[in-house]
Structure formats: structure tokens, C-alpha cells
């Protein structure tokens, strides 16, 4: 079953005008995925320099059991499905009473939702195209009645947001799981810059070809007149601010038409396609703890890049009755 809570162009528009006034440009990183951008998206998770992916992954199907166990019984609600992969190993080691996917992108969200359904006939799969920082409740549906909700963020996702808005998702999905509910969230840890950078300006393009994918949706969906030509792709390791920033960057002086507005670019001037902040444990922790969660249990790869950190509500009956 999908439900689809898209925005509609109206609220899109509001957020490209907001986003094209800031300085420096920085538009929402959900319009990146579209039906192309999510297929480029796929394709960097594929690409030797971006080991974020697999290192979740693999750290998902070893330590599936023990997860389970710390989750507990409920129905699993996942902020940003993509493919909905990674839940799968955890799926067949927990066997929730129903699973629930949210994700921007209608034409990836409904294929993802179709193939899990055939890994797992057996289980109720609800799938709900969303701006899930937006949601404030679920849809009702049977499946969903009468079960604690057991929160899944896999792939360092809260990264995109600022340390402010990382704070704010976090309040919504402690307002939207409900009371006593568990969050398991997938976090990319700080390492070497040459590493970090190597990792959003991959060999193969598919990084920079995810990032002009943005101009085209403008074009099609906001009445842009954007010029590929007229912007280079970059990402850079911000140390300062602990994050990846990537942009397109104009090669000139020129003025874009977009959301009806005309839109003036300086030579070198970047749109800030999105931000992935970097978060030590303890940093994160910190930054949980300012919305309610506090951790319950961490699990990492041997080498540290990457971290899956169980929440509970600092709040909650059952984070006083665990030992």
C-alpha cells in the first residue's frame, strides 16, 4: 500500500524561493531525489571511494540478532527507505507486526516497498511518500494499531540537517514514534579529510552528475532556465563546521530565471546542494540528549568509521526499567 503526502508545488516553490535568499543559496536536500537523482544516488553507493554504504550494511546483517533483541517488539517505521535494503536483514531477525516506509521519491519509494514485500510476504508493508521532517503523525492503518514504534534513520541521513535542524528532526520523530519508542540511527563518523573528500567527488562523475541532476528537476518542475555548462561541481571538507559541503558553482557572472523570480549569480558563487555533517559519538550523544533521546546501546565497525546508535526517550517508562 502507498500513501503519497508529497508537497505540493505550492509549498515546493515557497522552499526554492526561501532557500535561493539565503547566503550562501542552499535549496532542501529531499529535491535531489527525484526518480533520476535517486538512481544516481544508488550509483555512488556503489563506487569504491563512498564506503559508507556497505559498512552499514555489512554492520547490519552481522549484528542483525543483537539489534533485534535491543528493539524489541513493534512495527518498524523507516525516515528515508531509498531502496529499503538495509532494513531487510533486520526485518528477518526482529519480524516486527508491520513495516512502514517514508521516503520523498514516489517512484523509488513504490518498486523498494513491491520487492521487500516479496523478501517478506508475510509482513504488512505501508509505504508513504513524504517530507518525513515534516510528518507530524502516521496514516491509520490496522497493521499499525495497538504496537510500540521502533524507529530505523540508516545512512547517516541526519547529516544533511545543520546541529538546529538534526535537533528539530530528532523532536519530530520522538513526537511522531510516540512515547517509549526506540530509534535506531546509522551515523558517518569524522576521518580523514582526503577520505571524506574522495568520497562526494568519486572517479567514475556519479557524485557531480546526482548535483546537476538538481538543475534539470529545477528546470522541469519550477520553471528554471539553468545552464549545466554554466556551473562546475564541488565538495569540500568544512573542518571548522565538521561537514561535507557540496555545491554547484557558478563559472560566471549570470542571472537564472526560477519559481518566477530572477535569481543574480557572482562568478564563483555557490548553491549549496546539501551538507553532510560528520558526528563523533560523544558529539551526537550531545545533540540527542538536547531532544529528548539518550543512548541505550552503540555498535560500530572495527575500524570506526561508522556507528549505529540505539535511542530511547530520556523521558520514558521503559528507558527507567532498563538496567
Known amino acids: 500500500m502507498l500513501i ?5 508545488p505550492a509549498d515546493m516553490t515557497r522552499l526554492v524561493i526561501e532557500g535561493m535568499g539565503r547566503s550562501p543559496k542552499q535549496l532542501p ?7 533520476e537523482g535517486s538512481r544516481l544516488f544508488e550509483a555512488i ?10 559498512t ?7 549484528r542483525a540478532p543483537e539489534l533485534a533483541a535491543a528493539l524489541g517488539p513493534g512495527v518498524v517505521v523507516e525516515f528515508g527507505a531509498g531502496n529499503a535494503r538495509k532494513v531487510s536483514p ?8 508491520a513495516y512502514v516506509a517514508l521516503d520523498i521519491s514516489a517512484d523509488h519509494l513504490a518498486p523498494a516497498c513491491q520487492a521487500l514485500q516479496r523478501r517478506h510476504p508475510d509482513l504488512p508493508v505501508l509505504g508513504i511518500c513524504c517530507d518525513y521532517s515534516l510528518l507530524e503523525q ?27 535542524g538534526a535537533q528539530a528532526l530528532l523532536r519530530q520523530f520522538h513526537r511522531l514514534l510516540g512515547t517509549g519508542s526506540r530509534l535506531l540511527i546509522g551515523i558517518d563518523q569524522p576521518k580523514a579529510k582526503e577520505r571524506l573528500e574522495a568520497a562526494y567527488n568519486d572517479a ?26 554554466d556551473f562546475g ?20 557572472e549570470l542571472e537564472v530565471q526560477l519559481a518566477g523570480r530572477y535569481w543574480p549569480f557572482a562568478a564563483g558563487e555557490p548553491l549549496i546542494t546539501e551538507y553532510s555533517y560528520k558526528y563523533a559519538p560523544e558529539a551526537f550523544l550531545a545533540l540527542a540528549a538536547t531532544a529528548g533521546w539518550q543512548g541505550a546501546a552503540q555498535w560500530s565497525d572495527p575500524a570506526g568509521d561508522f556507528a549505529l546508535h540505539l535511542l530511547v526517550q530520556a523521558d520514558s517508562e521503559q528507558h527507567r526499567s532498563d538496567p
Not at 503519497?4 to 505540493?8: M, N, S, Y
Not at 536536500?29 to 526518480?35: N, Q, T, V
Not at 550494511?57 to 552481522?62: I, K, R, S, V
Not at 533486520?90 to 507486526?97: D, G, T
Open 90 to 97: 533486520l526485518i528477518s531477525a526482529l519480524r516486527p507486526a
Open 4 to 8: 503519497d503526502l508529497h508537497p505540493q
Open 45 to 54: 553507493c556503489e563506487q569504491p571511494e563512498y564506503g559508507l554504504t556497505r
Open 204 to 229: 567514475a562523475g556519479w557524485s557531480e552528475a546526482f548535483a546537476r541532476n538538481l538543475l534539470t528537476r529545477l528546470n522541469r518542475d519550477l520553471g528554471g532556465d539553468f545552464q549545466s555548462a
Open 138 to 164: 502516521l496514516p491509520g492503518h490496522p497493521a499499525l494499531e495497538g504496537h510500540g514504534r521502533l524507529g530505523f534513520y540508516p545512512g547517516s541521513s541526519i547529516g544533511n540537517f545543520d546541529p538546529a
Open 233 to 252: 561541481y564541488r565538495a569540500w571538507w568544512d573542518a571548522e563546521r565538521g561537514r561535507i559541503a557540496m555545491a554547484l558553482v557558478s563559472q560566471r
Open 29 to 35: 536536500a529531499w529535491l535531489l531525489y527525484d526518480a
Open 56 to 62: 552499514e550494511t555489512a554492520l547490519l546483517e552481522a
